[in-house]
């Protein structure tokens, strides 16, 4: 597809399980973003990829939150031991370079009961 | 890290009326974003400030940077139905290592 793309759109995991939220992004769109938006709330910052390469994890809100990108292209955001917490859309974003727009996919609803 | 305060919260107003929002940041922004969200949908770009004072127009739609790199805001002319949504101010850290995003504009408006 043209756009960015997220999977699974919806996810209901129980709290104590571990869930991978995926991103595939807009081709050759060498940044990719990650975000966390609450209900009725702006957009949570979380970790930036450059290439392959995130050059500052500090947005990631716990040690349970990691994320990695792979061949520069597709990348995944893992939660381990989710909470109630946790429940929020994950966005994920791409851009050609660090200066372009940001392009947005749909994301990814987590709820955990 | 950087606070974004956006004002107001939420707006309603009749189609055909003008609108103004703005943004206003506890630290210097070298670039000022703004974005619009629809339900269930990821954030759209609207306009991309880069210059102090800048002043930029997209359709209906004028945004600037304000002259003390800490404040922007945006205007919307004559409003119409699907201008209903979420409007967003962003801004990157110096080294676009983050993306900081205020909390947002909810904007209702009756036909």
């Known amino acids: 597809g043209a756009g960015v793309s997220q999977s699974p759109s919806n996810k209901v995991t129980e709290k104590g399980k571990d869930v991978e939220l995926r991103c595939d992004p807009i081709s050759g769109h060498t940044a990719l973003y990650w975000y966390r938006q609450s209900l009725g709330q702006g957009l949570e910052f979380l970790i930036y990829f450059q290439g392959n390469s995130a050059p500052d994890k500090s947005g990631l809100p716990s040690d349970r939150f990691s994320a990695e990108r792979t061949g520069g292209s597709v990348s995944t955001l893992t939660i381990q031991r989710t909470q109630q917490e946790d429940s929020a859309v994950y966005l994920c974003a791409s851009s050609f370079g660090t200066s372009g727009e940001q392009f947005f996919g749909p994301g990814t609803r987590l709820t955990v009961l | 890290g950087q606070q974004l305060n956006q004002s107001p919260q939420s707006m309603f107003i009749q189609e055909g009326e003008d609108v103004s929002m703005n943004c206003t940041s506890s630290s210097i922004f070298n670039t000022w974003l703004w974005y619009k969200q629809d339900p269930g949908e990821g954030p759209v770009l609207l306009i991309a400030l880069y210059k102090a004072g800048e002043l930029t127009s997209n359709g209906r739609l004028t945004a600037q940077f304000g002259i003390t790199r800490k404040d922007s805001f945006l205007n919307i002319s004559a409003s119409i139905p699907s201008d209903v949504g979420i409007y967003f101010c962003?801004?990157?850290?110096?080294?676009?290592?983050?993306?900081?995003f205020g909390s947002g504009t909810k904007l209702n408006v009756k036909p």
């Open positions: 962003a801004g990157p850290e110096y080294n676009f290592n983050k993306f900081y």
